[in-house]
């Protein structure tokens, strides 16, 4: 049996025991053994996403395509969703139609595979209409999804996650009771030396009752045993159940964990309130330069955030990840805090400073991508998905701002192409658009980004007339930059269309206007490529030679990682189209594992095509035949090949038709398939093993 590490997939691993539940682990595994949608019902913090991820642990290996867990908490976007799952199962967002249906074709084929959609409710539709989409197109695979609501969609079943079991009242011997071991557990991590005893069970039980099992009611309990015995805490919670009166039967599992919380909240000191709430504008995780920036000003000064953040994370109102470090609130707590923001008046001053510090990191980003520490840059970036989202929302639907909203978008172009994300770049540039009518040059800056993604994701029309009223504002504020960004991406329309002579001209004159306002964004890096392009295509193989090495050295100088491992990609073409195979192998050996770790599998797919058509005419046709189903399935995840030009798919397709010759359509057929079967990761690795 393959060890856990050999998995596909994406589990974290339990940080702490998993107690009880056994009925119901039982239940959730026949229930997807019969079923392909599941959705685990419950109110917050009842353990839903715990159960999930330990029914799926124990059901991987029927999963050989992975076990993915999609978390959906800090989204807010309904339109992102299938962005999120593409991420999640490592392919950048679809570049061309819709997300996900392209989502859909990627795991039409794929072997057995389980996606967690997990915190759905807040998502309810668009999660439904994606199960809907994913599960027609994709036999083998299987959803479980966690929700406050159902989903209510054809075919799914629905388990409820009922509150651990509590003692029966005047149980003398409440131990066995899973409500009880958990909080037994959980106390004694937090206070050592604690254990169940003839003089505290009766107190305990109690306890557990009060808070009807709900397990994360008993973990914010168990932190207050480091402030108070367990017989205290049982009398501050029946006091405070006697001021809420009594509850509606449908509303009480509710309000007995807000009662927990409030209670939690009550232990806190005034700073550890505050900062509770103020952390609560954080959608997913936050480093601690993010909190003291966004958190402290005169009443919350920043050299005492750090101990008061302490504080919160020893009451596991906020949970700390060493490893980033990193920490982050569970979705209750935040939610219990985001309505302390809004009562407290600060809710606006607190998203504006929340999205100042991250349009102030994107900016850092994109000064500091001009050198060596670009792929650096990108990870940072990666990290902080979910909080650049957030910005952008709260500020592309706020009235008043917009524009700061458009600013952080601009800030993001490089960012996007580079991580592969054009599908998502262009939502968010239409959006920006919309927000802010003018022809400012930050306007401009919009309309070139968005026509950057129209070229490889909506076609040409979108993109030229984008790119055409980019360049009109460039002139109108004489903005030499933005006027050669715009050039470029123009003349790249007119390569793909086959338009050799117009391209090369657009291409040249972008060149001497990035030399004229002395550019040094990432897209400028690789014009020597494009107009090399042009050249190997023409068959001028020399000055494309020449033009590459140009664009290598200035690459180097500038310490620039992208733009280099895209010129030595198309220097490689060149070196197959002028008859030298082993050099080309040589270059994409050279190129490929920088563009993969960029996680850009456009460039990716480019390059495995290229070792295709040199496999083919070395004769290894059964190499070639599974680069090409490789390659194949890249493309359909990103765009198609044609977006690369009538010119790219006639010699892609030479290639692939020579292996098919020599092999025989059938042993061609079958290689292929291999191919398109391989992950990506494993696709690369075939690739670059000689």
Not at 163 to 178: A, H, I, K, M, N
Not at 620 to 625: G, I, K, L, V, Y
Request: some cysteine; charged content about 25%; aromatic content about 4%.
């Amino acid at each position: 049996m393959a060890s856990p590490q050999a998995w596909p997939g994406n589990l974290p691993a339990e940080t702490s025991s998993f107690i009880g539940r056994r009925d119901e682990l039982a239940e959730v595994r026949r229930t997807l053994e019969r079923a392909r949608l599941v959705t685990l019902l419950g109110p917050g913090g009842v353990g839903k996403t715990r159960l999930a991820l330990r029914a799926a642990s124990g059901m991987r290996q029927a999963f050989p395509g992975g076990v993915w867990l999609v978390e959906l908490s800090a989204l807010r976007a309904p339109e992102l969703v299938a962005h999120t799952v593409a991420r999640t199962l490592r392919l950048p967002g679809p570049a061309a139609g819709d997300p996900a249906d392209l989502l859909a074709g990627h795991l039409a084929d794929a072997a057995p595979t389980l996606l967690i959609l997990d915190t759905c409710e807040h998502l309810v539709h668009a999660c439904a209409m994606l199960a809907e989409t994913l599960l027609t197109a994709a036999p083998a695979l299987r959803i479980l999804a966690t929700s406050r609501e159902s989903l209510n969609t054809v075919g799914e079943h629905t388990v409820l996650v009922a509150p651990l079991e509590v003692p029966r009242t005047g149980d003398p011997e409440p131990d066995g009771c899973d409500s009880v071991e958990l909080f037994a557990a959980r106390a004694a991590a937090c206070r050592p030396g604690f254990a169940l005893a003839r003089h505290n069970r009766a107190a305990v039980a109690q306890l557990c009752r009060r808070l009807e099992g709900i397990p994360l009611a008993l973990e914010l309990a168990a932190v207050g045993l480091r402030a108070m015995p367990v017989e205290q805490m049982v009398e501050r919670l029946d006091d405070r159940f006697r001021l809420l009166g009594p509850a509606r039967t449908g509303e009480r599992r509710h309000r007995t964990l807000r009662t927990a919380i409030t209670w939690s909240h009550d232990l806190c000191v005034p700073p550890e309130r505050m900062l509770w709430a103020r952390l609560s504008v954080f959608p997913g995780g936050f480093d601690l330069e993010a909190a003291e920036r966004v958190c402290s000003d005169e009443h919350l000064p920043a050299g005492e955030l750090l101990d008061v953040l302490t504080m919160l994370v020893d009451k596991s109102i906020v949970r700390f990840d060493p490893s980033g470090p990193r920490y982050r609130m569970l979705d209750t707590l935040r939610e219990f805090g985001t309505e302390l923001l809004e009562r407290s008046g600060e809710a606006t001053v607190l998203r504006e400073r929340h999205r100042d510090h991250y349009a102030a990191l994107a900016g850092r980003a994109a000064a500091g991508r001009r050198g060596d520490r670009q792929l650096a840059w990108v990870g940072r970036l990666r990290e902080e998905d979910d909080n650049l989202r957030a910005a952008l929302e709260w500020s592309l639907a706020t009235p008043g701002q917009e524009r700061a909203g458009l600013r952080l978008a601009v800030l993001l172009c490089d960012h996007w192409f580079l991580t592969g994300r054009l599908g998502e770049g262009l939502d968010w540039y239409r959006r920006a658009l919309a927000a802010v009518p003018g022809r400012t040059t930050e306007h401009g800056r919009a309309l070139y980004g968005a026509g950057l993604y129209a070229v490889l994701r909506a076609g040409p029309a979108e993109a030229g007339a984008l790119l055409a009223e980019a360049l009109a504002v460039a002139d109108a504020a004489g903005d030499p930059d933005l006027r050669a960004h715009a050039l470029h991406e123009l003349g790249r329309c007119r390569f793909h269309a086959g338009d050799l002579d117009g391209a090369l001209d657009l291409y040249r004159r972008a060149r001497r206007g990035y030399r004229e306002a002395g550019a040094r964004s990432t897209m400028s890096t690789t014009i020597h490529a494009d107009m090399a392009s042009v050249h190997a295509v023409r068959g001028d193989h020399g000055r494309a030679h020449d033009l590459c090495e140009e664009g290598i050295a200035a690459c180097a100088a500038a310490g620039e990682r992208w733009g280099r491992a895209v010129t030595v990609l198309t220097r490689a073409a060149t070196h197959w189209l002028g008859g030298a195979c082993d050099r080309a192998v040589s270059d994409v050996r050279d190129c490929l594992p920088v563009l993969a770790a960029f996680g850009n599998l456009r460039a990716v797919a480019r390059s495995l095509d290229l070792l295709m058509v040199c496999a083919a005419a070395s004769g290894d046709h059964e190499r070639a035949a599974v680069l090409a189903g490789a390659a194949e399935a890249l493309w359909e995840r990103r765009c198609a090949p044609g977006r690369r030009g009538v010119h790219y798919v006639a010699l892609r397709a030479a290639g692939a038709d020579a292996a098919r010759r020599a092999l025989g359509g059938e042993r061609f057929a079958a290689l292929r398939a291999r191919g398109r079967a391989l992950p990506a990761e494993e696709a690369i690795a075939f690739a670059l093993d000689g």
